[in-house]
């Protein structure tokens, strides 16, 4: 038996790639958050991005019908994506006055996959990708698992404005960056591209040879009309660009699991571009045909869908802002869209104390914004998507706490 421990000891264990040696410790405040939980507190939660768990009206049986086709059951994939569900999404940019082929139209499972195979077709291991800062915390994982790495520019507050930092693009532009992201409007700061921004975003690109990623899931939801904003990179054809879009926030159908990136450029580097981006999907081939099939019915819904979101956005920032007419500490930030609300607080502690207090002795929990990676302190992140009557409660507790510190 001695010589079988002995064995045993000097076996080489195995060791887990480093692409996903995370920290997977919970942080302290999704610690407390279970915690209470456990012991049936209520919370409430003005986190909840997730629209399928915020009470809409439009969830229900009628979006299931174009589910039960017989023609489901016979499978025939298509690299790009099922042609009836490119024609719908080509046929909705063309009512945005925006054309585009079907060939230049590819289906994915997740914007978050769309972002794994355009990582794979522009970048070599090691190579770089420059983000907006803040945004959201996804870009760092999927960068790590498909091998590159990420540097930042920074979007920074203003007059009342988030603007783009050009000099920090320029300072953290290298030999192995290979495109710059945008994400419009900005999640969660709400920030779109404006005109002149993105002219300055193209020279850079064209100077430097770079590809342009546009990530555009929320840009149905704008609370004004803007003439300065960029309509979409779908636009484009300066240089190579790939806009991402998909049912998850556009339709409020997360579950469905669709979404699409089109694919413009100069004509010889985006034909190149097209062959390989054919061979990756027809590689993987996620898309279920049932939601490509119901794709064109749903998209008869898209306009009653965004019109309820929209309200529900609308009169939550709208409860927000009246309660901050009042002498108060606390500010929210000026937002151009999307569905979250950024709130900043007084720098008397940081703000994941702010948050911790808020979850502990109000039992309202928020993001606080170095989840989103803001640099000053000290912010909290709202959801504009809760029930009314939760939203306004969890508001009302927030601005109480801070207003007696």
């Known amino acids: 038996m001695a010589h079988l421990v002995t064995a ?3 076996r080489k264990e195995l060791k887990l790639s ?4 995370w920290k997977t410790e919970p942080n302290l405040l ?6 209470l939980q456990e012991s049936k507190i209520k919370i409430l939660d003005l986190s909840e991005s997730n629209p399928t768990q915020c009470r809409f009206d439009y969830l229900n049986s009628e979006l299931l019908a174009s589910l039960t086709r017989p023609s489901n059951l016979c499978y025939e994939p298509h690299p790009n994506g099922l042609k009836e569900a490119r024609t719908a999404i080509a046929s909705d940019y063309l009512k945005k006055g925006i054309s585009i082929d079907l060939e230049r139209i590819f289906l994915t499972a997740s914007t978050s996959e769309a972002y794994s195979f355009l990582f794979r077709l522009l970048a070599n291991p090691g190579d770089r990708i420059l983000v907006p800062q803040p945004s959201y915390p996804l870009f760092e994982f999927l960068a790590d698992l498909n091998d590159v ?8 507050y203003e007059d009342g404005i988030w603007q783009i930092d050009f000099e920090s693009i320029l300072a953290n532009c290298r030999s192995e960056t290979k495109a710059i992201m945008l994400v419009h409007p900005n999640n969660p700061t709400g920030s779109f591209v404006k005109k002149k921004e993105f002219q ?3 020279k ?3 100077e430097k040879s770079l590809a342009l990623i546009s990530d555009e899931v929320f840009s149905d939801y704008s609370f004004t009309d803007d003439s300065e904003r960029l309509l979409s990179l779908a636009v484009n054809h300066e240089v190579l660009t790939f806009t991402l879009d998909g049912i998850s926030k556009a339709f409020g159908l997360p579950q469905m699991k ?3 990136f089109i694919a413009n450029g100069p004509k010889e580097m985006l ?4 062959k390989r981006l054919e061979i990756i999907c027809d590689t993987y081939l996620s898309v279920n045909t049932p939601a490509q099939a119901a794709l064109s019915s749903w998209f008869q819904h898209k306009e009653k869908i965004q019109d309820e979101i929209k309200s529900r956005i609308i009169q939550n920032r709208t409860f927000l802002l009246n309660q901050l007419k009042q002498p108060h500490s606390a500010t929210c930030l000026q937002s151009e869209g999307g569905w979250y609300a950024i709130l900043r607080l007084p720098k008397i502690q940081t703000e994941e104390e702010w948050a911790l207090e808020l979850l502990e002795k109000d039992h309202v929990y928020a993001y606080p914004g170095y989840f989103f990676d803001f640099e000053s302190q000290a912010h909290i992140i709202l959801s504009l998507l809760p029930h009314p009557t939760i939203f306004q409660e969890g508001v009302l507790r927030i601005l109480a706490r801070i207003k007696n510190k």
């Open 149 to 156: 790495s990420l540097d930042s520019y920074k979007l920074f």
């Open 200 to 202: 300055k975003i193209l």
């Open 8 to 10: 045993k000891k000097l």
């Open 18 to 21: 480093n692409r996903t040696c």
């Open 30 to 35: 999704s610690q407390q958050l279970k915690s």
């Open 271 to 274: 034909s190149s571009a097209l």
């Open 258 to 260: 669709l979404a699409w």
């Open 204 to 206: 850079i690109a064209e």
